[in-house]
Nanobody, 121 residues
Framework: VQLVESGGGSVQPGGSLRLSCAASGLSLDDYAFGWLRQVPGKEREIITCISADSGYTYHAKSVLGRFLMSRDNAKKETFLQMSGLIPEDTALYYC???????????????WGQGTQVTVSP
């Protein structure tokens, strides 16, 4: 299984970015996907989860109304549209996968390598 993120970069506050996650080695129909972020010295934060059939999505309060997760099972990709970015969104963003969005969202079966997002003036 391989998850490959792309789309990170540097942006000014108020800007937008779209992260993509290309998956291989698994059937997207069988897995929920999520995005989590990590800042050195701080706790890892799970920010989104979308169920295998897109019928359920979770967005953390810190990103609700600004970030939107989606997926295209046919193309084996998931996306994180980020808008209204603020400096506090600066982090390494990971694409993750597991069978469902149920229960503890701290534990994931598969991880990508991460893509850096930096928000600064």
């Amino acid at each position: 299984v391989q998850l490959v993120e792309s789309g990170g970069g540097s942006v000014q506050p108020g800007g937008s970015l779209r992260l993509s996650c290309a998956a291989s080695g698994l059937s997207l129909d069988d897995y929920a996907f999520g995005w989590l972020r990590q800042v050195p010295g701080k706790e890892r934060e799970i920010i989104t989860c979308i169920s295998a059939d897109s019928g359920y999505t979770y967005h953390a309060k810190s990103v609700l109304g600004r970030f939107l997760m989606s997926r295209d099972n046919a193309k084996k990709e998931t996306f994180l549209q980020m808008s209204g970015l603020i400096p506090e969104d600066t982090a390494l963003y990971y694409c993750v996968a597991r069978p469902s969005c149920d229960s503890n969202l701290d534990e994931w079966d598969f991880w990508g390598q991460g893509t850096q997002v930096t928000v600064s003036p």
